[in-house]
């Protein structure tokens, strides 16, 4: 099986096609893995600023100067990249973009190459958007979502068409290990006996608030409990800096902002819990980073987190935005959490990028067979 797995997205900063793959470590770690799972050949495509080709892990990576802009407008036809996929002609292509281009790439490559398309986040289309993803979604012959809940969403509002297969399959997993605890603690210099630990936007729908305030109530359980949020952006800060002021929990929180990726397995590794309040999510790559350095979670009862803990006693899911619901989660966790060693043990069993590889790999076979199937 030859897999061609495009990429229409690049960020505006990057300036080399090294950067790039340095950046987008789930693209190359979902490639590699169904390399080692099997498959006779993986090749990235990728739109760019420039146009390069390399060969990592058994992988290869085109790059493509097409001209047009790094986030591609719903109306352009990126030629000069499906002319590439076209010259390839691989036996399946995996999409991870806006669907709009997928009605070019159809018409770009032969009729009896299946295309797959892969949620990435993101909640239900609505009003006109929703008819453009309905009308675009018909050139696909499979959807991915992390969650199976997620696509019978987009099934029901007849987004996705009644006889479009939908597969559960998370998009990415990690590759961070723990280390010592009490060692990460001391490079970290951070404070506390009990570490809680957030990481994510601050926005409405991660939902710092009641998160802080769950904490408040709970901190008297703890003999020295600290809170840390790590963040890129922060468009609830100013709101959560007035929440801290008015919890009287100043003392016990740290807003920390942006942290270096190659810290974040030391951060993980030093904490005991990792708290999320979060309304709505793809996948959620936090979480399944701190599963993969064993770190206890607390986080909220969505459909790609439910997949994630499927299976697990590694703690109660809490409902969003109920603060009581929380708090005796967090109570709980205290009481039952299951150690670092079980939940790295759950992670590698179920979430790995091994596991991710062979999931993606059978799945890849069916859409295949079943594509032979209605176009011979």
Known sequence: MRLAFLNYHYDTDLQDCSSLIERYHSTT????????????????????????????NGVAYHFVDDGLPPKLPWHANPRVFHALIGKLNPDIIHYN???????????????????????????LPTGATKWWYRYTFHVFDAFLFSASDLGREWKNAGIVGPDQPVFEIL?????????????????????????????????????????????????????????????????????????IKDLGIAKSVHLLGHVDRALMPEYYSAADYFV?????????????????CGLAPIVTNIPSFRKMLSGSTLG?????????????????????????????????????????????????????????????
Request: net charge positive; charged share 25%; with cysteine.
């Open 316 to 376: 109660p899911l809490w409902e969003a935005g109920d603060i009581s619901s929380l708090v005796e989660a967090i109570r709980q966790v205290r009481i039952t959490n299951p150690g670092r060693t079980s939940i790295r043990n759950h992670f590698e069993r179920h979430l790995s990028y091994e596991n991710l590889g062979m999931q993606a790999l059978s799945i890849y076979r069916s859409v295949i067979s079943r594509k032979s199937e209605v176009q011979p």
């Open 276 to 292: 999320l309040g979060s309304h709505h999510e793809g996948s959620g790559f936090a979480l399944l980073e701190a599963l993969a």
């Open 29 to 56: 770690a979902w490639s590699e893995s169904v390399r080692k799972a099997g498959a006779d050949s993986v090749t990235v495509v990728q739109r760019f600023r420039s146009s390069c080709l390399m060969s990592i």
């Open 171 to 243: 998009e990415a997993s990690s590759l961070f290990k723990s280390i010592d605890q009490e060692s990460a603690r001391l490079r970290l210099l951070l404070e506390g006996r009990e570490i809680f630990l957030w990481v994510g936007r601050l926005n409405r729908n991660k939902d710092p608030i009641t998160v802080l305030r769950a904490f408040a109530i709970v901190a008297k359980d703890f003999i020295d409990p600290h809170i840390y949020f790590l963040y890129g952006d922060g468009d609830l800060l100013a709101d959560v800096e007035a929440e």
């Open 97 to 123: 973009g806006k669907p709009s281009a997928g009605r070019f790439l159809r018409k770009a490559v032969a009729p009896r190459i299946p295309i797959v398309w892969q949620h990435h986040g993101g909640g």
